[in-house]
């Protein structure tokens, strides 16, 4: 296809999402008819990402300029490898957690399909936009249908709870909102462009422009959730609906840490005398967050200081900012955005089955749901970076490069958390899977349906065949490094 | 100067606002900060220049920027809905805007996985021990007003 017409096709991500959204909301559907578009737009969505993937897997970046605007003035949309990529992961795990929330029944709610439907849009806007100014609007556009889907999507934790995580959710988000808006304020009054092509290399151009784009950088770390401004998400995101964790886990962390890889290379120039402070920064997420996740008492809670502790692996890879760290941290990016989603899936479908939160509470699973076993323990094995799954290609990648680049510190401490880690999910292991089956007088055999632990087997299938045929990925990855390194070619598709 | 020492006062004022603990007042810190981050983007169009950019023949060194005024329209919008929303969130559940846990909890009903299932005899006879917003609670505890006095949770 001419990538002119492609190119003109690149707003329709954002665009037909939210006319779906709306058709839902204006249409009274039933129940199941809402679903039903919803999986099928869902699929569609990921289907033409993976078109556009194999379009500029290898070629340069496609550009539509929206109103075919100059290219000084335009606000473009971009297609290069690393937004197709993100795109893809995206929209699979949208449509994974669509799935899921479909058979926990948690899309009754009548407005959940056009509530996940804004945000498959927010997400598709935030991860093509070429402008700094709509990445703040589309990320906006993610996060306005996430409040009201904390608020509606609940799992019988009661009103108080509800709120509450609701209320820290959206003070600490709209504060972020400020922030990352007062930066691009900074950047435009310094430096005259909020265009990123336009402000390649130029973050660190004046004093003004530095402090803008630090500005950014700490507003998008801190809707990444890197210590020390974790608190929102491990206080948070366990008090959800399993599937909105889930949903949430896969996509609103990701576009935060996309948009630093973005940013950070692109416009920061890769931090230059500031890597020491990111080097720092990252380090010690990883190892508040795995030490928080060893001293809690609940499945989804210590999968969200996981959920951390894995953002300061991903983001370990930018920090470094070499060639082969770049392709680990986004090799990274994918697979554990596949681990993570698969296991927030499998304990949410321990928690809906068995209705307990607390280790402990249930046990002896391994014996019950055999395969619910399996699908936790495969996700488990590949996140704590055993082979063959694709956490071990991961981890080798990411401390080989770190190796190389001459931070024995980060591959210290990679190691240390990786073992922690082991432990930590050593304990929900010993205390769901192992002992005696609990609450034996009330049924026999397995409890788990089949169509829940699905979605999350889906995902755990995927994390062993990266690890087995991860190579397409990684040179996927490298390239992508290559571009970010040198964003020449996304400057010259940008600006002609 | 006076555009920065104004947006100096409300960014200040916002702040503190937002560090107080009824979340009414943290509501209020944010309306302060939105309107400092708004005129601070104003202020990023340069505040000498200030025709009206409408027309063909334009000069460059008097008319304003329109971008950044385009900025503060679209910021506007976004911070006014968050904002109504968290207004939404201070005024429900008994009427109390604390930020601290002290809302009576209200047990939602599970949803049923199964309908024709005998989970849904199970959900019946295990409904979820633990409502509580703090996840440290002892699952034993029943979830009642009284309870959650005599543990010291307001």
Redesign the interface.
Known sequence: MPTDLVGAALPLFVAVPILLAGLLVGVRLPSAGRQAVLVVGLAAHVSASALLLSTVASGPPIVHRVGLWPAELAIPFVADAFGALMLVLTGAMTLICAVFAVA???A?QPFFAPLVLVITAGVSGAVLTGDL?NLF?FV?LML?PS?ALVILA??????????????IY??VN??T??LL??G???I??TLGTVNIAALAGRGTESVGGTLGSVIVIAALAIKAGTVPAHGWVVRTY??MSPAITALFSGLHTKVAVYGLFRFYSVVFDGGREWSGAALAIVAVSMVVAVVGSLG???GL?VMSFHLVAQLGFILLGLALYTPAALTAGVFYLVYSTITKTSLFLSLGAVE???????LG?VSGLLRRDPVTAAVFGAAALSMVGIPPFAGFVAKVALVTAAWDAGAWVAVVVALLVSVLTLVSLLQVWGALFLGEPT?DE??EGT?I?GR?IAPAAVLAIAALALGIGGEPLLQLASHIAAGLIDPAAYVKGVLG | MAIALTIALLFGAGVFM?LRRG?LR?IVG?VL??HA?NL??V???GLSRRDAPIGTALDPSTTADP??QA?VL??IV??F??TV??LV??V??DGDDD?E?S????????????ED???V???R?????????Y??RT?DTP?TPDASERRGVR
């Not at chain 1, 609940?154 to 209320?167: D, I, K, N, S, Y």
């Not at chain 1, 809906?352 to 607390?358: A, D, F, I, P, S």
């Not at chain 2, 006879?125 to 917003?133: G, R, Y």
């Open positions: 926990s029944r948690t009754d100014f609007v906006e306005l409040y609940h799992w019988g934790l009661g009103l108080r709870m509800q709120l509450t995580a609701t209320r959206v003070a709209l504060l909102s400020t808006l007062v691009v304020g900074v435009y009054a366990p008090h809690e008492q609940h809670a809906l089955t068995y209705g307990r939160r607390r509470q609450a009330y049924a409890l349906p829940l | 937002i979340l943290v944010f900060l939105s981050v601070l983007l202020a990023s169009g971008l950044p900025f679209t910021a976004i911070a809905a968050v929303f968290l969130l201070s429900v559940g930020t846990l809302l009576e909890g209200r047990a939602m009903e599970l949803p049923d996985l199964d299932d005998e989970i005899a199970f959900h006879a295990h409904q979820p021990t633990n409502w509580h917003a996840l440290d699952d979830d």
